[in-house]
């Protein structure tokens, strides 16, 4: 399951949603500006461009039904994706592991598709926040719950764990919106002191990966020390004859 097949994904329009939006978009701009390669994808969250600041050439954006009304390249399931081995340099999952029906299973995807060294950018709803709390109030009170309330939380603790086995290495995280998710305007605005004073429990967990290969030392040639003299060209072996006529003058001395 995921944003673009649910018909609340309206959330986006009103107070916590746009704020959510503009948080997060401001993070993935600053973040994917220096992350190098050939092919990048954002998987969901086609509400937002978070791969419009990249330098990577070819950049695509995939949902997971063909209904989904936004632009895309691709309409795939995260379960299993349709891109060859270690072929992504960077790969966006924006709120798409709260809404899967197995997460775990979307992770082994990306860390297959996954180049070597290659970056993950996650963006998830903290549990242990006011949003996390606004969730667990509407479990329990609400029968219908409309989005995003109705996804599973995944706590950060248990994400850096899966992250691990699976061979990334957490780089950085950083958490953003800090105000409760207010939909009164009035409200949101009264609270926005907490967003200048950086409060720990942020609503949202923003996370950097990269991938590792056991056993991998990347080395930086040293173009300079060792410079190529002409391109193209080897060095001549030597004839026998001219071997042969060596070893005889040796002999006779």
């Known amino acids: 399951?995921?944003?673009?097949?649910?018909?609340?994904?309206?959330?986006?329009?009103?107070?916590?949603?746009?704020?959510?939006?503009?948080?997060?978009?401001?993070?993935?701009d600053n973040e994917v500006f220096d992350l190098f390669g050939f092919n990048a994808l954002q998987m969901g969250c086609l509400h937002m461009d978070l791969l419009r600041n990249s330098r990577i050439p070819n950049r695509y954006l995939s949902a997971d039904s063909v209904t989904a009304t936004q632009p895309h390249h691709i309409s795939c399931c995260d379960d299993f994706l349709p891109f060859a081995d270690a072929s992504l340099d960077l790969l966006v999952l924006p709120h798409r592991l709260e809404f899967s029906e197995r997460p775990h299973q979307t992770l082994r995807e990306a860390a297959r598709v996954m180049m070597p060294e290659g970056h993950l950018l996650?963006?998830?709803?903290?549990?242990?926040?006011?949003?996390?709390?606004t969730a667990r109030m509407n479990a329990w009170f609400c029968k219908n719950k409309t989005y995003p309330w109705n996804g599973e939380f995944i706590s950060l603790t248990r994400l850096k764990d899966w992250l691990a086995l699976l061979g990334f290495e957490v780089m950085w995280v950083d958490k953003r919106c800090h105000i409760p998710p207010f939909e009164q305007a009035s409200w949101h605005?009264?609270?926005?002191?907490?967003?200048?004073?950086g409060a720990r429990c942020g609503g949202v967990y923003l996370i950097v990966a990269k991938k590792r290969v056991v056993g991998m030392t990347p080395i930086k040639p040293n173009w300079k020390a060792h410079p190529l003299k002409s391109a193209l060209v080897a060095r001549r072996p030597k004839s026998n004859t001219s071997q042969n006529t060596t070893?005889?003058?040796?002999?006779t001395k």
């Open 189 to 197: 605005k009264r609270f926005t002191f907490m967003d200048k004073l």
């Open 122 to 133: 996650i963006s998830g709803f903290n549990p242990t926040s006011t949003w996390g709390a």
């Open 1 to 28: 399951m995921s944003i673009e097949t649910r018909p609340d994904s309206d959330w986006f329009n009103g107070t916590a949603g746009r704020y959510l939006l503009s948080q997060e978009q401001a993070w993935y």
């Open 247 to 251: 070893s005889q003058s040796d002999a």
